[in-house]
């Protein structure tokens, strides 16, 4: 009997066959395999269903077995940065055998390579957990090895540390007062300072003066990076946070249609700019930031607001004070905004259609935020607009709970970050506080949509879904397990609820008829492998519509 086809201008052009399909749909079905034509998924279904659908030139794709997933996607990750960095700049990888001597050892021979007077710029691994001593070098051990070299090393975003030289040339000394939102580090005894300091403030003065890279830097470093995360599995991201001239370089790849994976940017807010600036001339600034909120295709969005609201673990806005005195008595962290220059920034988000995406570590953080969001919500509501809590605080209260359920808030959750730095929450903020960062299921019990990231720590989204589900530090110890998620919401997390965080739900996200062809061939069965086993898993093949953007 003659084989029936079907006509080619209908039939798919792939199917992938004899697979464990978790298509993430409403139900969660198990499928078996899958029609893709062109860039979007045709049909899903069992093999029979689906190979009855092929024509004369379908491909066929035999998956032996194993579990397909959706495309994961990484709602908080600084993609741009990390490229960059990786490319022109000293990184310090996360590794157990990382010690201060072998740090200032790999600075100076850095330092014996390159021009006289060459700024080097580094950056620290994803934690102070990782460094033997649980410290950053200060400027006087870094003065032994960097010679003339201005050097300036940034760690998480938050802490850095820069060599004697560095202050020479941006005239930052003793007698140079905190600047608002910053802080630097003073040596108890003497006042002088030690080259460390905290939050972007004060590292402002340091970054004017390093020079800024070339745009074919920025763009070959991009597309590097874009193939390192497709090898992931990361098939779509949020980069929360960039300047201009940054975003022109993604605008330009997205020209160009170099970019592997599909991107979601948002631009930087800083109080530095925005604080005690009225109503009407706040809303000009944020319609004159570029191109408007919902720019681009399912390749590249462009137009919401990345807002700062506190520091970062060591900086981190508290409603009670830290545990240790290295920062002072009473340190309860960093406000970075005033409660009416920040309802006024959200009052304009709102009302030039910005969306916004707030950085919000503390507790009492998360209060100012959903406190400012509330006022914002009741003046006109934003229920819809899924403005997003970055990182989701710690210890909710009941009134954050109400606050965020009834204003439609989501929560990016960044699991990997509580991986890395158990150690350093735990001795900074207490065991309660410190093992409660990421209360996922404090919030999901609540009904807030929670979507999955990496943020400062490591990249990997198949890691974020087994710290997730064990809660497990970088040490091999439990954080705080009763906020623990199954492997069905962790999945979640970082696809669908991914795509509704940039409000993508209905082309990305699950593998259903009509969305995009982003999906993940995995060695081994993430919803079924022993737990330990997890993080273990391997991406086999990444689709981004439906070609093949990495193979193992």
């Excluded at 590097?224 to 090898?231: F, G, M, Q, R, V």
């Excluded at 930087?268 to 001339?281: F, H, L, R, T």
């Excluded at 409603?319 to 905004?337: A, H, L």
Aim: aromatic share 8%; glycine share 10%.
């Amino acid at each position: 009997m003659a084989t029936s086809f079907l006509p080619d201008q209908i039939a798919p052009d792939l199917i992938l066959h004899n697979a464990k399909v978790v298509t993430v749909d409403n139900q969660f079905s198990i499928a078996q395999a899958v029609a893709i034509k062109g860039s979007r998924i045709l049909a899903v279904g069992s093999d029979s269903e689906i190979r009855a659908l092929a024509g004369r030139n379908t491909h066929y794709e035999d998956l032996g077995g194993k579990t397909l997933i959706p495309g994961l996607i990484d709602s908080h990750i600084h993609a741009f940065g990390i490229g960059v960095r990786r490319t022109k700049q000293l990184v310090f990888a996360d590794h157990h055998g990382l010690t201060l001597q072998s740090m200032l050892a790999e600075i100076g021979q850095l330092a014996d390579t390159i021009p006289p007077g060459e700024w080097i710029v580094s950056r620290g691994p994803h934690a102070l957990d990782f460094i033997a001593e649980g410290r950053l070098p200060d400027r006087w051990e870094l003065d032994t090895v960097t010679g003339d070299h201005p050097f300036y090393l940034m760690m998480q975003g938050h802490l850095g540390v820069v060599n004697s030289r560095a202050l020479e040339l941006t005239g930052i000394d003793r007698n140079t007062p905190d600047p608002e939102g910053g802080r630097y580090y003073r040596h108890p005894d003497t006042g002088e300072l030690t080259g460390l300091m905290l939050e972007r403030p004060a590292f402002q003065p340091f970054l004017s003066q390093i020079p800024d890279y070339t745009m074919e830097d920025k763009l070959q470093a991009t597309r590097e990076i874009n193939d390192i995360y497709a090898s992931y599995g990361i098939t779509s991201l949020l980069n929360p946070g960039e300047d201009r001239d940054n975003v022109a370089a993604l605008e330009e790849l997205w020209r160009r249609r170099q970019l592997a994976i599909r991107w979601n940017t948002l631009y930087w807010v800083m109080p530095s700019q925005y604080a005690g600036k009225p109503y009407d001339e706040v809303a000009d600034m944020l319609r004159n930031l570029g191109p408007a909120n919902g720019f681009g295709d399912e390749w590249l969005r462009i137009g919401g607001l990345k807002i700062i609201a506190d520091g970062g673990f060591e900086g981190a806005y508290m409603r009670e004070p830290f545990m240790e005195d290295e920062f002072g008595p009473g340190w309860r962290g960093i406000k970075m905004w005033d409660d009416e220059s920040l309802t006024t920034v959200l009052r304009a988000a709102r009302d030039t259609n910005c969306g916004v995406f707030i950085h919000e570590l503390g507790d009492a953080a998360l209060d100012q935020v959903l406190d400012a969001m509330d006022v914002v919500d009741q003046e006109k509501s934003i229920t819809g607009r899924r403005w997003t809590l970055e990182h989701g605080g710690i210890l909710p209260t009941p009134r954050n709970l109400e606050q965020a359920r009834r204003m439609g808030i989501v929560v990016s959750t960044q699991q990997p970050m509580g991986w890395a730095v158990g150690a350093t929450t735990r001795r900074f903020w207490g065991e309660k506080r410190g093992s409660n960062m990421k209360p996922n299921r404090t919030w999901m019990d609540a009904g807030v949509v929670v979507k999955g990231g990496s943020d400062v720590g490591p990249y990997d989204p198949i890691l974020g879904i087994w710290t997730c589900v064990t809660r497990t530090n970088v040490a091999g110890e439990p954080m705080d397990l009763s906020e623990a998620i199954t492997r069905e919401e962790a999945l979640r997390a970082y696809t669908i609820n991914g795509a509704y965080g940039t409000f993508e739900e209905d082309i990305k996200g699950s593998i259903e008829p009509g969305k995009l062809a982003d999906m993940l061939v995995l060695s081994d069965d993430l919803m079924t492998v022993p737990e330990d086993n997890i993080r273990d898993i391997k991406v086999l093949t990444t689709y981004v519509g439906g070609q093949p953007v990495y193979q193992a």
